[in-house]
Antibody
């Protein structure tokens, strides 16, 4: 069974950094693209970033481009999101999500999320 | 960026009734369209991909249709566990992947 467990969230001041991690199990991690999707309190879903199985294709939402960096370690079955220059509007529940394909397409398994709160 | 628009924002239906949810893309996405269900306090779940293919374990009462810019998710006979928020998402043009704003199906 697919399991995605996020960690690294917390309360942080504007302008500071956080690094989210996602531990994956139950599937062949390096066969699939992976993503981060966030959901602000009471709001809809916003795709943040994704990368292909071999990190050859990486993409970001405009709202985080230049501030966030996604990466993966296939040897450790892990996905990461380095978040710099955090803003209040980055406050959200961040989901680690498995794609159904090697290239970014759609999102077939979701973690339970890790909460990031940006506040002074 | 392809903008996805869902309607209505809220749909009030009774158990056993049929629910029809709409999703419109700002440009053609062919059939590169997925639907997700999210219940309160839970992560989203994939329902439909490629516009009309049900994901593993999804009941047959859920069906998707459409292509190009107009898509529909139909729930043929609403069960109590179907009351949730539904999102569409295009994957025709990436980055970014884009979601609609969601339709809340309520009693």
């Amino acid at each position: 069974e697919v399991a995605l467990v996020e960690s690294g969230g917390g309360l942080v001041q504007p302008g500071r950094s956080l690094r989210l991690s996602c531990a994956a199990s139950g599937f062949t991690f390096d066969d699939y693209a992976m993503h981060w999707v966030r959901q602000a309190p009471g709001r809809g879903l916003e795709w943040v970033s994704g990368l292909s199985w071999n990190s050859g294709r990486i993409g970001y939402a405009d709202s985080v481009k230049g501030r966030f960096a996604i990466s993966r370690d296939n040897a450790r079955n892990s996905l990461y999101l380095q978040m710099d220059s955090l803003r209040i509007e980055d406050t959200a529940l961040y989901y680690c999500v498995k794609d159904m394909d090697q290239l970014p397409l759609f999102l077939d398994s979701w973690g339970q999320g890790t909460l990031v709160a940006v506040s002074s | 960026e392809i903008v996805m628009t869902q309607s209505p924002a809220t749909l009030s239906v009774s158990p056993g009734e049929r629910a029809t949810l709409s999703c419109r893309a700002s440009q053609s996405v062919n059939t590169n369209l997925a639907w997700y269900q999210q219940k309160p306090g839970q992560a989203p779940r994939l329902l439909i991909y490629a516009a009309f293919t049900r994901a593993t374990g999804i009941p047959a009462r859920f069906s998707g249709s459409g292509s190009g810019t107009e898509f529909t998710l139909t729930i043929s006979s609403l069960q109590s566990e179907d009351f949730a928020i539904y999102y569409c998402q295009q994957y025709h043009d990436w980055p970014p992947l884009t979601f609609g704003g969601g339709t809340k199906v309520e009693i």
